[in-house]
Structures are given as structure tokens and as C-alpha cells.
């Protein structure tokens, strides 16, 4: 599991940051379920393209 921008550098002090954000009304997702909130239907042209977003390497 890959975290972003939550600062934490080992997996306790991960996790921490993480309890920080939720306690400060954050809320902790995934790119693919941002993603997922923000296509609702992956049959569009839009949402086949987001879908193959996911899939590529960055």
C-alpha cells in the first residue's frame, strides 16, 4: 500500500498521520476511489477513460 501526502515516514507514524487527518475531519481515500466517486458510470467515454487512467504506469 502506497500512501501520499499523509507525511508519515514509517508505518506507525503512517498511521498516525492518518488518525491526525480523520480527527481534523479528513477524509482518507484512494485515487481509484476518488475516481470512483467522482465517474459514477465507467460505460461513458469519460468513464472508460478514467478506468484506463488507473491502469497506467506512472
Known amino acids: 500500500m ?3 501526502a ?3 515516514m514509517t508505518p506507525r ?3 498516525a498521520a492518518l488518525r491526525q487527518i480523520e480527527t ?3 477524509v482518507v481515500t484512494s485515487v481509484a476511489g476518488l475516481v470512483s466517486d467522482m465517474v459514477r458510470d465507467f460505460t461513458t467515454p469519460v468513464g472508460r477513460q478514467a478506468i484506463a487512467s488507473l491502469h497506467e504506469p506512472v
Do not use: H, K, S
Open 2 to 4: 502506497q500512501v501520499d
Open 6 to 8: 499523509c507525511g508519515g
Open 13 to 15: 507514524t503512517e498511521q
Open 24 to 26: 481534523a475531519g479528513g
